[in-house]
Nanobody, 121 residues
Framework: QVQLVESGGGLVQPGGSLRLSCAAS????????MGWYRQAPGKERELVATITSGGSTDYADSVKGRFTISRDNAKNTVYLQMNSLKPLDTAVYYC???????????????WGKGTLVTVSS
């Protein structure tokens, strides 16, 4: 099967930076779009940023100019560089990917378990 494992979360002061990573592993034929979502306490999960296999990116208005999504296709890994962090960025961050698995050659939506980012002084 396929797994997505996030890393890089933690506690950071307002104005600080963090870099999240998400590595996909398993019976992967190819990966289409990858992205990051977040869910703050008491709120619904929301899109943060996405990146296509060709490198086209899209961002939520709330993070434009502060966050950068990138990917390393050779490592099946997506990154989220977060700068100028604000307390409102506090949330569990989830990795998402549209992965084509070897056995079916069909794309399926996969999610990681999440990594907590806390922005606080």
């Amino acid at each position: 099967q396929v797994q997505l494992v996030e890393s890089g979360g933690g506690l950071v002061q307002p104005g600080g930076s963090l870099r999240l990573s998400c590595a996909a592993s398993g019976s992967i034929f190819s990966i289409n779009a990858m992205g990051w979502y977040r869910q703050a306490p008491g709120k619904e999960r929301e899109l943060v940023a996405t990146i296509t296999s060709g490198g086209s990116t899209d961002y939520a208005d709330s993070v434009k100019g502060r966050f950068t999504i990138s990917r390393d296709n050779a490592k099946n890994t997506v990154y989220l560089q977060m700068n100028s962090l604000k307390p409102l960025d506090t949330a569990v961050y989830y990795c998402n990917a549209d992965i084509v698995i070897v056995s079916t050659r069909r794309g399926m939506d996969y999610w990681g378990k999440g990594t907590l980012v806390t922005v606080s002084s």
